[in-house]
């Protein structure tokens, strides 16, 4: 499996900004996907994951509210919307795929596969 996250970039806080993970290989509507991102000097964090249907979603306390993570198993992708961004929000944001579960998975350690990371970062 391969994953390839897009949509990054420069935001002032208040603003929104739509994350995109492409993936190839194994059948991409069999298994959990999620988000994590990684703050400069901080460890890696969950920050939302959906189940192989769209229907289990769960977020961090963080960002609930105000991400929404969805995906098109006909697209073989997975979004993240993040609107009312806050400084805080500024990390690189990694896209991950969990190929032994199809429900929806919060832990960082079970994710086999990796994107190679999109950079947001939000001015206060």
């Known amino acids: 499996v391969q994953l390839q996250a897009s949509g990054g970039g420069l935001v002032q806080a208040g603003g929104s900004l739509r994350l995109s993970c492409a993936a190839s290989g194994r059948s991409f509507g069999s298994y959990a996907m999620a988000w994590f991102r990684q703050a400069p000097g901080k460890e890696r964090e969950f920050v939302a994951t959906i189940s192989w249907s769209g229907t289990i979603k769960y977020y961090a306390d963080s960002v609930k509210g105000r991400f929404a993570i969805s995906r098109d198993n006909a697209e073989n992708t997975v979004y993240l919307q993040m609107n009312s961004l806050k400084p805080e929000d500024t990390a690189v944001y990694y896209c991950?795929?969990?190929?032994?579960?199809?429900?929806?998975?919060?832990?960082?350690?079970?994710?086999?596969?990796w994107g190679q990371g999109t950079l947001v970062t939000v001015s206060s």
């Open positions: 991950a795929a969990d190929l032994n579960r199809g429900a929806a998975n919060m832990v960082k350690d079970q994710y086999d596969y």
